[in-house]
């Protein structure tokens, strides 16, 4: 699985959108770009995924450059509780009967101030 | 509340201690996961439970068992531990092989916060 690079940390005033970005230069064509998010003392918590085109849910949006070899996640009115260490995953899709492997790496800490 | 649920969330334990961690989906997914996450590192993939066959040891120690005795529930036997072994542990589950769109998110527990003195 290609390798992620994030910043260790970012700081975001609240109501304004959080720009996260992620590196994965060394991405091949069958692979998907994840996020997920960690919030203190909880299990990660599944945000958005793509491929190569921009995703959009109730959670952010994903944004990955034409060369897929960097994306940006993005929570457009950033609010205390995203305060959290956020992670960029690139993974091939699960085949048929195979289980998802996903390593995390040690992600972006995003502290949103007031 | 994911639909995962861990127990005990805190445990103590000395090292001729024998426990286990329970865990338990109720999402209808056909895989399990045990991660652990020490302080300051990034989650460890340990065990990863297909159809309830272990399809996945990430070089773990014997002293840690997995059993997954069906596809809802996972444990952890935890037996001759070490002080390093303290840590968060965590519980996933996915339903693998999807072919829906997002088909592959996992859903993790909240995790038990593992003391070993």
């Known amino acids: 699985d290609a390798k992620t690079t994030q910043p260790p940390s970012m700081d975001c005033a609240e109501g304004r959108a959080a720009n996260l970005p992620c590196n994965h230069s060394?991405?091949?064509?069958?692979?998907?770009v994840y996020w997920y998010r960690q919030i203190h003392s909880q299990g990660p918590q599944y945000i958005i995924h793509?491929?190569?085109n921009n995703e959009t849910n109730e959670m952010a949006s994903l944004i990955i450059t034409e060369d897929r070899k960097s994306s940006t996640l993005i929570l457009p009115h950033a609010t205390l509780r995203d305060t959290a260490v956020y992670y960029c995953i690139v993974r091939v899709r699960g085949r048929i009967q195979g289980a998802q492997k996903l390593v995390f790496g040690q992600g972006t800490r995003l502290t949103i101030n007031p | 509340e994911t639909g995962v649920t861990q127990t005990p969330r805190h445990l103590v334990m000395g090292m001729t201690n024998k426990k286990s961690l329970k865990c338990e989906q109720h999402l209808g997914h056909n895989a399990m996961y045990w991660y652990k996450q020490s302080a300051k590192k990034p989650l460890e993939l340990m065990f990863v439970?297909?159809?309830?066959?272990?399809?996945e040891n990430n070089s773990v120690p014997s002293r840690f068992s997995p059993e997954c005795p069906n596809s809802s529930h996972l444990f952890l036997h935890l037996h001759t531990l070490q002080p390093e072994d303290s840590a968060l542990y965590l519980c996933a589950s996915s339903q693998a092989g999807s072919g829906a769109p997002g088909g592959e998110k996992l859903f993790f527990g909240s995790g038990t916060q593992l003391s070993v003195l």
């Open positions: 439970y297909n159809f309830k066959e272990q399809t």
């Open positions: 060394t991405i091949s064509g069958n692979e998907y």
């Open positions: 793509g491929l190569k």
